[in-house]
């Protein structure tokens, strides 16, 4: 039972160049979502899934795409990488949507 | 707006001695509060959570206490060991707003001393 993971662990892109982050889960669960965590702001919102086939927009959604076509699946997609988005993601999954599993992050670097 | 924040950002506890660790948070209308421990490197991982109509909740080492009347959410962690060192971050959230609105404080760091 592997949990949430996440790849890949590092990253580093040009401005402009598109890229997808992976997540996936092994436990089932039907909600997922992507965070971004900053220094100083605590993890926020990007985009969530309720079930395949459903997702929905966070508190910082712009710039980002997400598709859920399987359970177990949660990929996001930059855009057009800005700088703005050097910050590590992390992808969580849910049964109960109160407690959280994290994988264990993607550290993004946007030049 | 919505807030979750801490008193202190940073703390640090001999070993074997309690810690406590504070929140603040606005939202009167959130159902669950919850405690995540962040170690370096990793994706933070739940600890413990606490529903809006329960004043305390103890698990293995750790207790959370909710004051509703002055909004405010501890954790306290019995006879801290090395291996607590971490960031600790507080979250709330409400049923009805499923996904929607966990809303994280920016985060406790705990160092345990030798």
């Known amino acids: 039972n592997a949990g949430v993971t996440q790849t890949p662990k590092f990253q580093v892109l040009k401005t402009g160049q598109s890229m997808t982050l992976q997540c996936a889960q092994d436990?089932?669960?039907?909600?997922m979502s992507w965070y971004r965590q900053d220094p100083g702001m605590g993890l926020r919102l990007i985009h969530y899934?309720?079930?395949?086939?459903?997702?929905d927009q966070g508190e910082v959604p712009n710039g980002y795409n997400v598709s859920r076509s399987t359970t177990e699946d949660f990929p996001l997609r930059l855009l057009s990488a800005a700088p703005s988005q050097t910050s590590v993601y992390f992808c969580?999954?849910?049964?109960?949507?109160?407690?959280?599993?994290f994988g264990s992050g993607t550290q993004l670097s946007v030049l | 707006g919505e807030s979750v924040g801490l008193h202190l950002p940073t703390l640090s506890v001999q070993e074997g001695d309690n810690s406590i660790i504070n929140c603040a948070y606005s939202?009167?209308?959130?159902?669950?509060f919850i405690w995540y421990k962040q170690e370096s490197g990793k994706g933070p991982q739940f600890i413990i959570d606490?529903?809006?109509?329960?004043d305390k909740r103890q698990g293995q080492r750790v207790t959370v206490l909710l004051n509703k009347t002055v909004k405010h959410l501890s954790l306290q962690i019995a006879a801290t060991q090395p291996g607590d060192s971490a960031v600790y971050f507080c979250?709330?959230?409400?049923?009805?707003?499923?996904?929607?609105?966990?809303?994280f404080g920016p985060g406790t760091r705990l160092s345990v001393l030798p």
């Open positions: 979250a709330e959230t409400s049923r009805d707003n499923y996904g929607q609105n966990f809303v």
């Open positions: 939202n009167s209308a959130s159902d669950y």
């Open positions: 969580a999954s849910s049964q109960d949507r109160i407690s959280l599993f």
């Open positions: 606490i529903r809006s109509n329960m």
């Open positions: 436990m089932n669960h039907e909600y």
């Open positions: 899934s309720v079930g395949a086939g459903i997702t």
